[in-house]
């Protein structure tokens, strides 16, 4: 695998050490409205900054002389190999952040070696996405109020060789954006505001806005026309989503579709344990990014919990603010089997499309390699609670995003 090699990348991006570094190349780049949608939380966004300082509550120990020379990142999902505990997540609008978005992405964790899951709202056809990337592929799943619209997406998944289903349940209710509804002054409007920035941002319109806006592709065949793009779509998106999905849906889904099942947006153990015993495969722990619910629980606080009761029975896959190698390895050591990346990849995609990708990654496989080797680990499978302490103390210089 060419993760070191990649560590040295030449031109501006090595310049990047930290997804921090990214983040502010990507808000540079493209234009505010853009990147608050790929910023921003939920009303007062205290579920955002409760993502980044839960991480605080854990304390590294590491254990002293042990050859770490032929340490490895290699662990496996599913069955099969992956180059590191990490997984792209699902996230829409990507489109707007750089050209064929989506493309970009799954080609990066192709050619590094892990799972891509790509959104029911991406702005490429899961087709297109498989013919062009390859790789392991994940479909992500929003049951809407038309179920045969589900039924569909699962029949298409599995036509183009989706290994897994990842099904979100934490969106039934949307989210109050509220900067979302400040950037427009009437739906898929942009106010005068918004629209002047974006001639601030040559690169981004010459990229982007040139090839027109990009559509939700996946769903385009069942919005009506003129609801296709992602401006005009993301309006009629809350009124596709459906309030009333149950239990009773993820046993439909299991009947229908035959790969490996996940459950997203669990932060309850009775959560869990219901999905194991309707024949789930795995589950994400999850608040969204702290786009939903806000004053929600952040997921690495219930994963002990979690990982206690069913971590033998399910695969464990967390997200919601991971920055640092060393908090992928605080919840490698609390239980999970892998983190899902959103933000840390696409602040990537942002700064510089499939190379800003493969920075973001190479940058978190650094520091998840060198962490390993501080801690005296070989390997992830060696990383338990017992190179963790509980600490009530507080990070200094903490950066919230």
């Known amino acids: 695998m060419p993760w070191k090699r990649r560590l040295y990348a030449r031109g501006p991006l090595a310049r990047a050490l930290t997804i921090a570094d990214l983040r502010e190349r990507a808000r540079r780049r493209v234009p505010h409205f853009a990147f608050e949608y790929l910023e921003g939380g939920a009303e007062d966004e205290a579920t955002l900054r409760g993502n980044r300082s839960a991480f605080a509550h854990w304390r590294l120990v590491p254990r002293a002389l042990i050859d770490t020379s032929a340490r490895h990142t290699r662990t496996t999902l599913f069955g099969a190999s992956a180059a590191a505990p990490l997984v792209i997540g699902p996230t829409g609008f990507n489109g707007m952040l750089y050209p064929h978005g989506d493309v970009v992405l799954a080609r990066s964790a192709a050619r590094l070696g892990i799972p891509f899951t790509l959104s029911t709202f991406a702005t490429a056809r899961l087709e297109d996405v498989a013919r062009a990337a390859g790789g392991r592929l994940w479909l992500q799943l929003y049951v809407m109020k038309d179920r045969d619209i589900g039924r569909d997406l699962m029949r298409r998944a599995a036509a183009a060789g989706y290994e897994a289903l990842v099904f979100t349940t934490d969106a039934n209710v949307f989210g109050s954006r509220e900067w979302d509804q400040r950037n427009y002054r009437l739906p898929g409007r942009p106010t005068l505001r918004a629209a002047l920035d974006v001639l601030r941002h040559p690169r981004w319109l010459a990229g982007v806005a040139a090839?027109?806006?990009?559509?939700?592709?996946?769903?385009?065949?069942?919005?009506?026309?003129?609801?296709?793009?992602?401006?005009?779509?993301?309006?009629?998106?809350?009124?596709?989503?459906?309030?009333?999905?149950?239990?009773?849906?993820?046993?439909?889904?299991?009947?229908?579709?035959?790969?490996?099942?996940?459950?997203?947006?669990?932060?309850?153990?009775?959560?869990?344990?219901?999905?194991?015993?309707?024949?789930?495969?795995?589950?994400?722990?999850?608040?969204?990014?702290?786009?939903?619910?806000?004053?929600?629980?952040?997921?690495?606080?219930?994963?002990?919990?979690?990982?206690?009761?069913?971590?033998?029975?399910?695969?464990?896959?967390?997200?919601?603010?991971?920055?640092?190698?060393?908090?992928?390895?605080?919840?490698?050591?609390?239980?999970?089997?892998?983190?899902?990346?959103?933000?840390?990849?696409?602040?990537?995609?942002?700064?510089?499309?499939?190379?800003?990708?493969?920075?973001?990654?190479?940058?978190?496989?650094?520091?998840?390699?060198?962490?390993?080797?501080?801690?005296?680990?070989?390997?992830?499978?060696?990383?338990?609670?017992?190179?963790?302490?509980?600490?009530?103390?507080?990070?200094h210089g903490e950066q919230l995003r």
């Open 211 to 395: 090839r027109g806006l990009p559509h939700f592709r996946n769903i385009e065949p069942y919005l009506p026309p003129g609801a296709t793009s992602a401006l005009g779509g993301s309006t009629i998106i809350p009124q596709l989503l459906d309030a009333s999905i149950c239990w009773d849906d993820l046993a439909w889904m299991r009947e229908l579709w035959r790969g490996k099942l996940l459950i997203k947006g669990v932060l309850d153990v009775r959560d869990a344990e219901r999905a194991a015993a309707l024949g789930c495969d795995g589950i994400v722990l999850s608040n969204h990014g702290g786009r939903q619910l806000d004053y929600c629980v952040a997921p690495i606080e219930v994963l002990p919990a979690i990982a206690r009761a069913l971590g033998t029975r399910l695969t464990l896959i967390i997200d919601s603010g991971f920055r640092r190698g060393t908090e992928v390895v605080k919840a490698l050591a609390l239980g999970a089997h892998a983190v899902m990346l959103g933000r840390a990849t696409l602040y990537g995609l942002a700064a510089g499309g499939g190379p800003g990708v493969e920075r973001a990654l190479t940058i978190l496989h650094t520091e998840i390699d060198r962490v390993l080797g501080e801690l005296g680990c070989t390997s992830v499978a060696d990383l338990t609670a017992e190179h963790l302490r509980a600490s009530s103390a507080p990070e």
